[in-house]
């Protein structure tokens, strides 16, 4: 049972648009199963959400469920709406290490897509608990917006580079990626699939 993300990103960097609407929404390509997505779903038995995500989506979801015989859970620290229980989504016990253990005590042996925005994504990798890092960079530059990657830009600095040649910096384990999936699509995506280097399937 792996933990996936299938996030839509803009070159740089953007998950959505400063008013929170998904970058994927700005692809006229994108649709039900493209971009990877419906072999993603083959793969997965269950989904786990980030609740802002779940609050956005759900309405919508409810004219056409889109996760049927799946179960859902939300990564929240609060109840879910009475209609969310009604449909079997059901709200996590924890954050991202609580989540998983409940949903591997289902017993469930299919991978499982993390649908989440930045808080959820980043949460779970900072908790070494996110399997696959799949991502779709998608051919938009937003320049502005909500991104997938928190960054402090930093300003060359000669006595930082000089202090840095005589002390090479050490490197974060955790940041190290291996590629594992890769393919363009003829919209001018392209999909990749990273595992970070600390995870061993399970
Ligand atoms: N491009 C894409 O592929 C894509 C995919 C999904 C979403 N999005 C966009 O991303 C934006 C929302 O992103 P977001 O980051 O604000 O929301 P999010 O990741 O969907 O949800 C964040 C919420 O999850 C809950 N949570 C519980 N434990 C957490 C933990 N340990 N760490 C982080 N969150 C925890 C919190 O809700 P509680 O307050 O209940 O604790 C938190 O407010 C929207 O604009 C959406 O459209 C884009």
Redesign the pocket.
């Known amino acids: 049972m792996l933990i996936r993300t299938?996030?839509?990103?803009s070159l740089d960097g953007f998950?959505?648009?400063p008013a929170?609407?998904?970058?994927?929404d700005l692809m006229p390509t994108f649709g039900a199963g493209s971009h990877g997505y419906a072999e993603l779903m083959e793969q997965c038995g269950a989904v786990i959400?980030?609740?802002?995500?779940?609050d956005?989506g759900f309405e919508d979801w409810l004219k056409g469920w889109p996760w049927p015989g799946k179960p859902v859970y939300?990564?929240?620290?609060?109840p879910l709406p009475e209609t969310a229980a009604e449909m079997g989504v059901v709200a996590?016990q924890g954050?991202?290490v609580g989540i998983v253990a409940q949903v591997r005590a289902s017993g469930l042996e299919k991978d499982v897509q993390l649908?989440?925005?930045?808080?959820?994504?980043?949460?779970f990798l900072e908790?070494g608990a996110l399997d696959r890092l799949g991502m779709v960079v998608l051919p938009v530059l937003l320049g502005t917006g909500?991104p997938l990657f928190a960054t402090e830009p930093t300003a060359f600095s000669q006595e930082a580079w000089t202090a840095s040649l005589a002390a090479p910096a050490a490197t974060n384990p955790r940041s190290r990626l291996v590629l594992e999936h890769q393919q363009a699509f003829p919209d001018g995506a392209i999909h990749l699939v990273y595992r970070p280097e600390s995870r061993r399937d399970r």
């Open positions: 299938h996030v839509g990103v998950m959505a648009t929170g609407l998904p970058t994927w959400v980030g609740r802002t995500s779940f956005q939300v990564l929240t620290s609060r996590s954050g991202p649908l989440g925005g930045p808080s959820t994504v980043r949460a908790a909500i």
